[in-house]
């Protein structure tokens, strides 16, 4: 259904505007809304993009974050207030200059950019040329933009099948000339993402960049313009030509940081330098000013490079987080479920309790394929140390060396989409494609800063003024 702007429900469709209808509530109203588990949320309601789902009412909370109830968890809302704001930002023509680069800007859901209403306190949101340039006008500076709603979902709702329409829509932007590609990401998952585009998107002449904010655009402290800013700068004039997440570098906004998508993981459920490159280092330092590389090891951008999108998958892969006390029935019921690959996120080196191996065994010798990371992170999957290790290898479980274990799931779904045959799915497993192992860990590929301890606390007091 299409709301018009006198639309009191602008946006709702299906269930949730049933449900706003059903307690009298309308888009800007300042509400009480109480969930099924006693839980109270007080804010405004916010009118939803059509492209979103029909299943959840947004509220803008008083501390500035939002909000989705599902509209089945609803008890009552009580309407205590309203104020209309005017929900879209002023279009004005993207300035296009024939010197600029040709960047992509692919949405997969949520808001790249926004900007904030003062009087209702309401995010606007920003995804056309013309709502970008209205909000982030520095682009125009870095690039002559188009920009494509592939699809609105959460992060948390990215899938296998939204994975090969984002990688197939790469393709045919590149192919069609684009001098770069951003993807506006939920940053929740924007990893596994990252690490699936890595197989998925291969040979790539141009970069692709992922991106995502932290903070909605009504903080003070947002993340979503700069990290805007830096990625589309890298998309348009960087050098490399993978699959990289682009965010916060330092807490500050001095600069951001370019991670290789195989090789880096959100590690803070709110900090914006959230993003980390684990068992190596970044791929270079973005700024609006240019580029300092720190990574030599790159694919260099080539506009000769014919780009080869390979989208195979299967879905029947899991993750099994290893913990003390583990039954063997979780592996017992993966199979008898028709699961076809797991990944183990196993203790130190890669291990498991012994119980686990009558049950791994059987699930082998059934034809699951089983793969060994660990759950440290860092480091490397050595299972010949001790003898549990080597009785594990002798069962069948093959380690993965130094890869993280959601790139590890990204990696078996897409292997298993091209062979079952499990000596091919091994080889092609530790085949590195893009970094996702590496031969060695450099020395400053792992540096965690303990507060409390002199030489941090002086070096911090150094850094941060």
Not at 318 to 345: N, R, S, W
Request: charged share 20%.
């Amino acid at each position: 259904m299409t709301h018009n702007s006198k639309d009191p429900l602008k946006g709702y469709r299906g269930p949730a505007r049933e449900t706003l209808a059903r307690f009298g509530v309308r888009v800007w109203s300042d509400v009480r809304c109480t969930n099924n588990s006693g839980s109270v949320f007080e804010g405004v309601i916010l009118p939803r993009s059509e492209t979103f789902d029909d299943l959840h009412i947004v509220i803008k909370l008083k501390t500035g974050y939002n909000v989705g109830v599902h509209y089945d968890r609803v008890v009552s809302i009580e309407e205590i207030g309203y104020k209309e704001a005017v929900y879209k930002i002023p279009e004005q023509e993207f300035p296009r200059r024939p010197n600029l680069p040709k960047v992509t800007l692919l949405g997969t859901g949520g808001t790249i950019a926004s900007r904030l209403d003062y009087r209702t306190g309401a995010v606007i949101p920003a995804f056309t040329p013309g709502e970008l340039y209205g909000a982030v006008p520095e682009l125009a500076d870095l690039c002559n933009l188009t920009t494509r709603k592939i699809f609105g979902v959460f992060s948390e709702n990215m899938g296998w099948k939204e994975y090969v329409i984002l990688a197939e829509e790469i393709g045919k932007e590149i192919e069609s000339g684009a001098d770069g590609i951003v993807i506006g990401h939920g940053t929740d998952t924007m990893g596994h993402t990252a690490a699936i585009l890595s197989f998925m998107v291969q040979d790539s002449p141009v970069p692709i960049v992922v991106v995502g904010s932290q903070r909605s655009s009504d903080r003070p402290s947002s993340d979503a313009a700069l990290n805007l800013i830096h990625a589309v700068k890298t998309a348009g004039e960087g050098d490399i030509a993978e699959v990289q997440i682009c965010m916060f570098g330092p807490t500050s906004d001095r600069y951001g940081l370019l991670h290789r998508g195989t090789r880096c993981r959100k590690m803070h459920s709110s900090y914006r330098s959230t993003f980390r490159t684990l068992s190596d280092i970044p791929l270079a330092v973005v700024s609006r000013d240019g580029f300092t590389p720190l990574n030599t090891d790159i694919l260099q951008r080539d506009a000769s490079r014919k780009i080869k999108i390979d989208t195979a998958y299967d879905d029947r892969v899991t993750i099994l987080y290893y913990y003390p006390g583990m039954d063997p029935d979780l592996v017992d019921a993966l199979v008898e479920k028709g699961y076809h690959g797991i990944v183990i996120a196993g203790t130190g080196l890669g291990h498991v309790n012994t119980p686990l191996y009558p049950a791994l065994d059987r699930a082998i010798k059934a034809g699951v394929h089983v793969v060994m990371t660990v759950q440290t992170l860092w480091g490397y999957a050595q299972m010949y140390v001790y003898d549990t290790g080597r009785d594990l290898l002798d069962i069948g479980v093959v380690p993965l060396d130094n890869m993280l274990p959601e790139t590890a799931l990204m990696k078996l779904g897409w292997v298993l989409g091209h062979t079952r045959d499990h000596g091919e799915v091994l080889t092609m497993m530790r085949k590195t494609i893009n970094h996702e192992i590496t031969p060695r860990e450099p020395h400053n590929g792992y540096l965690i800063l303990q507060g409390g301890l002199p030489e941090v606390e002086s070096w911090i007091t150094s850094q941060w003024k």
